[in-house]
Structure formats: C-alpha cells, structure tokens
T-cell receptor, first 114, second 109 residues
Framework: EAQVTQNPRYLITVTGKKLTVTCSQNMNHEYMSWYRQDPGLGLRQIYYSMNVEVTDKGDVPEGYKVSRKEKRNFPLILESPSPNQTSLYFC?????????????FGQGTRLTVV | QKEVEQDPGPLSVPEGAIVSLNCTYSNSAFQYFMWYRQYSRKGPELLMYTYSSGNKEDGRFTAQVDKSSKYISLFIRDSQPSDSATYLCAIPGGGKLIFGQGTELSVKP
C-alpha cells in the first residue's frame, strides 16, 4: 500500500529536550516536505526536500532541522523544543517538485511541549 | 495579504444541502488549483484539482476556477454526513503547496 508513515502519532515532551519525528514514504517520491497545522493558520510549510541531500527552508523553519540522507526518509528534528512548537505536524511527499500532482500526507504527529 | 485566503467557517448544513466552499488568491500566475479533504485525526487527501479556468465535475463534487477574479470554489451536491470534514484549497507555487486556512464542514443527518 502506497503511504507516508510518521512516528510517533502523539508526543508530549518538555522544553529543551531534543526530539525527532520520523517520516518514511514507499512511493519513490522525489519531493518531501514538513508542515505544521495550527488553528486559524492552516498548513504552513516548515522545510522541504527536492531530492536526496537537497533541503530548503519553507515559511516557518525557525527551531527545526531536517535531513534527507535516503530518498524514502525525511526526519524532522527539534533540537530544543519550546511551547510555541506545540502543533500538529504533517509529512508529505509528491512524485515531482512541480507539485501539480497529488501530495500524499502522513497521519500526523500531535506534539505538545510543556 | 495572504497568498490564499479561505473562510474557516465552521459551516453546518442539513443532509442533502448544496455546499459552496470558496477561496481567493493573490497571484495571477497560479495555474493549478486543488482541493484537499481532511477528516478528523487524519492527514489531508487530494479530492480534486483543476488547471486554469473552468469547471471540473466528479460525482457530487464540482470544482470551479475564475481566474479573472482569482476565485476558486468547490460545490458539493446532495451533501452527506460522510462529507463532514475540513476542506482545504491548495495552490502549488514557489516550490510548495500554499494552503488556505481550511473550512470545517459539518453535515447533519
């Protein structure tokens, strides 16, 4: 089954404790990205990757890191989480960077930073 | 001004009603227009997309684009309780999908 898998689905952590949210896709997609979803603000892009070893900032990259060492994986790293990073996070992948084709989303990771 | 604006609702309608969901956008260069549907506790899924102006129909759903007024719409005919979800317009631009805020729709039996 074609899918984007994120883990964990739910996470509660404390301020400053480094964490990683994993994302993996099995569709051989070139393009992957991370979004956060907040009430009233919709989905905002954090980082994206057009291919292996190619990453770039989205609209809200502060406080986040990513890496793309393999085509299928695109982890999101919060080196020192803060309460304003409490949000619902989605990983997405697309066949090409044109984004004119369907973007497939993971199930989401609900992060709470206390 | 946001690149894509969408009325967040919430919108509540009785079963069988016609639903109209709308977005406006600012960049006249945009060519592709998409609608994603997001059920509670799930990721968004592509519902429909259109290219340039005009209408596209898929069952009970019709997507409409008016490039002259930079206005996109999604119509749902004979709405069903299973249509209850958040609907997000999305436009590819600048290497990303630009989303509207999403409209939360509830269809009451």
């Amino acid at each position: 089954e074609a899918q984007v898998t994120q883990n964990p689905r739910y996470l509660i952590t404390v301020t400053g404790k480094k964490l990683t949210v994993t994302c993996s896709q099995n569709m051989n997609h070139e393009y992957m990205s991370w979004y956060r979803q907040d009430p009233g603000l919709g989905l905002r892009q954090i980082y994206y990757s057009m291919n292996v070893e190619v990453t770039d900032k989205g609209d809200v990259p502060e406080g986040y890191k990513v890496s793309r060492k393999e085509k299928r994986n695109f982890p999101l790293i919060l080196e020192s989480p803060s309460p304003n990073q409490t949000s619902l996070y989605f990983c997405a992948s697309s066949f090409t960077q044109d984004l004119n084709t369907e973007a497939f989303f993971g199930q989401g990771t609900r992060l709470t930073v206390v | 001004q946001k690149e894509v604006e969408q009325d967040p609702g919430p919108l509540s309608v009785p079963e069988g009603a016609i639903v109209s969901l709308n977005c406006t956008y600012s960049n006249s260069a945009f060519q592709y227009f998409m609608w994603y549907r997001q059920y509670s506790r799930k990721g968004p899924e592509l519902l429909m997309y259109t290219y340039s102006s005009g209408n596209k129909e898929d069952g009970r759903f019709t997507a409409q684009v008016d490039k002259s007024s930079k206005y996109i719409s999604l119509f749902i005919r004979d709405s069903q309780p299973s249509d209850s979800a958040t609907y997000l317009c999305a436009i590819p631009g600048g290497g990303k999908l630009i989303f509207g805020q999403g409209t939360e729709l509830s269809v009451k039996p």
